[in-house]
């Protein structure tokens, strides 16, 4: 018997299930073959389109805050060079030393303070700077010993005073009677070398020369 004839045997209401099962398995077919895959590709899609659109939105961010970030920059190298400018100048330790002494003995001169005795301190190493120290006895009467000491503070290089002792012990003033105060001070400083100007240009630094230690005077 052909299907023809089981067709034509059946009843009008079979019929009508038999198409209706055939239709609802259509469906689920239709469903798990062509909707799922196609909701799927369109669900990736969106996510796709809703990264792509975050990184747009921070690329545009980025390029707003460009101007912003390249004022910074210039800022900040404008504050580099005028920090670098209050250092003591020279590309060695050795050099950094003698300009210190020179500023000592400068503005003991200007204050009316005597220097009896100099020691350059052997140099340090701090982080990617290089510091230098120099110890000196000065006498003067109490006036002239301030003003020195605030000239150190608040001159025009940057400097750190580590160690600083006051006596009146043995202070006599050359060609005067009365006694004064004898003081020793340690003022310690960082180089003004050409590497920190390499650094902030972003340039390579050159090789820091060797120096021996530098003794006691």
């Known amino acids: 018997m052909s299907w023809r004839e089981r067709w034509a045997r059946r009843s009008t209401r079979e019929r009508r299930l038999i198409v209706m099962a055939g239709g609802v398995l259509a469906l689920l077919l239709a469903r798990t073959l062509v909707v799922g895959p196609f909701m799927a590709y369109r669900e990736n899609l969106l996510d796709e389109i809703a990264a792509h659109r975050e990184r747009l939105d921070n690329a545009s961010a980025y390029l707003a805050r460009a101007g912003d970030i390249a004022r910074q920059r210039e800022q ?26 020179n500023t000592l003995h400068g503005l003991a001169t200007e204050k009316g303070v005597e220097i009896q005795s100099t020691q350059v301190m052997r140099d340090e190493t701090v982080g990617s700077f290089r510091r230098v120290a120099v110890r000196i006895t000065v006498t003067g009467e109490l006036k002239g010993l301030a003003e020195f000491l605030a000239s150190l503070e608040y001159g025009p290089q940057r400097v750190q005073i580590p160690f600083l002792e006051i006596s009146r012990r043995g202070a006599v003033l050359r060609g005067k009677g009365a006694r004064a105060l004898s003081a020793t001070i340690e003022v310690s400083a960082f180089l003004q070398s050409a590497d920190g100007a390499a650094k902030a240009d972003g340039t390579p630094a050159p090789a820091p020369a060797a120096s021996p230690p530098v003794g006691g005077a």
């Open 76 to 101: 900040l190298h404008g504050r580099f060079q005028q920090v670098r400018a209050q250092l003591v100048p020279g590309d060695t330790p050795t050099l950094a030393a003698a300009s210190l002494q």
